[in-house]
């Protein structure tokens, strides 16, 4: 049953985002309903604090801010102005007082609300879109962690295949939305807003903590080998938590080192080489095994490899998009391929959508796969299903 409490922060979360997606992304109706609602609780603040006086004066920024986040100078100006003579000669009297302002008061003010609002016209101007954007990413972070708190984001389970007999050697952990106010989420729709504003480190914690425990005892169950695979974010992995957060979670769960593959993307990879080296060396020291994902989506791909201790290479599925059907697109993939195979790491081919490719790789020398055409990520209880089903053999 659920608290007083919960519901009135449920309730209030709802208000918010409401207002704020409302007020960014709506019309100007809307935005100008909003202002002049501003500035009329403002001088209702004021009237009702006891007169200008007070801190009260201080609430007409917020119809100024409001102004200038929605629309351009003159309206920004208008608002500004508009809020001055409200604190001013629209306030007949000192309340408490009973006494006239001086007019040298409330004419300093007006001129400070506009100078301030013509100063924030002029830093916002041009930029209503990111401003709207970085509200939208911590709205959608918010609802994030609320939703951590509330059990509400699920780990699914995507198979990894042996290409040449089917055979699953391993799960990769995904991140799932699916009881979202709006209905299921997409990744793309709340892991981006949580890289940006810093909330991924908890989603990322939630899942290496709990996809390690669910593998650890599908492998006690099942008595077979598994491979977890488990993405890491760039934000994470520059934090340099990362160690810390795995170690904790391998000991909680009891998965062997060498069952963890960590999935780091070239992002998290190129903006302090040494760093990335140094941490990609310690990570190996406790056995976990590394692996590039997306690989062939960035410029840099080929130019990192000698650089970083890596177990797996994941071919993005771009480079597989077209290759059954393009001469030029099979050639790159082959030539990508070969270059992997000379390197002695391992590969895995992402996004395999038909047969074709499939057969494709196998010819090509890639052992290992996954994709729609051979499993979807599946929940927990789906995902042991399918485990008691087929057999599970490492290569």
């Not at 201790?309 to 990508?336: M, Q």
Request: with cysteine.
């Amino acid at each position: 049953m659920t608290t007083a409490f919960e519901r009135a922060t449920r309730r209030g979360d709802l208000a918010i985002r409401t207002l704020v997606i409302a007020y960014t992304g709506a019309g100007g109706i809307f935005a100008m309903v909003a202002t002049a609602a501003g500035l009329g609780g403002a001088w209702a603040a004021n009237y009702a604090a006891g007169g200008s006086h007070t801190a009260a004066p201080h609430l007409f920024y917020l119809p100024i801010v409001l102004a200038a986040v929605r629309f351009k100078w003159p309206v920004v100006l208008a608002t500004a102005v508009t809020a001055g003579l409200l604190a001013g000669p629209a306030l007949p009297a000192e309340v408490s007082a009973g006494v006239q302002q001086a007019p040298q008061v409330w004419l300093l003010r007006l001129v400070m609300f506009v100078v301030i609002g013509a100063v924030l016209a002029f830093l916002i101007r041009g930029r209503p879109e990111p401003l709207r954007s970085t509200m939208q990413d911590s709205l959608t972070s918010i609802r994030l962690l609320q939703a951590l708190q509330r059990s509400q984001i699920e780990v699914h389970y995507q198979p990894l295949y042996q290409l040449r007999d089917q055979q699953i050697i391993g799960l990769e952990a995904l991140a799932r939305w699916e009881k979202s106010r709006r209905g299921g989420l997409s990744p793309d729709e709340f892991i981006p807003p949580a890289e940006r504003t810093g909330a991924i480190r908890a989603l990322d914690q939630h899942v290496l903590r709990t996809a390690t425990a669910q593998a650890q005892r599908w492998r006690t169950g099942l008595d077979r080998p598994l491979r977890l695979s488990v993405n890491v974010s760039a934000t994470c992995f520059k934090e340099g938590n990362l160690i810390h957060d795995v170690a904790a979670a391998l000991d909680h769960s009891g998965l062997p080192t060498h069952a963890l593959e960590l999935e780091l993307t070239e992002s998290a990879l190129i903006d302090n080489i040494g760093d990335a080296v140094e941490q990609i060396h310690q990570l190996r020291s406790l056995g976990v095994r590394i692996a590039i994902d997306d690989f062939g989506a960035g410029h840099a791909s080929l130019g990192y490899l000698n650089r970083f201790e890596v177990d797996t290479i994941k071919l993005d599925r771009s480079l597989l998009l077209r290759a059954t059907t393009n001469n030029r697109a099979h050639d790159v993939l082959a030539g990508v391929t070969r270059l992997l195979i000379d390197l002695d790491v391992e590969i895995v081919a992402e996004g395999i959508e038909t047969e074709d490719q499939a057969m494709l790789l196998r010819e090509l020398g890639v052992h290992i796969g996954q994709g729609f055409h051979l499993g979807r990520p599946l929940p927990a209880l789906a995902t042991a299903r399918l485990l008691e089903n087929l057999a599970i053999d490492l290569p």
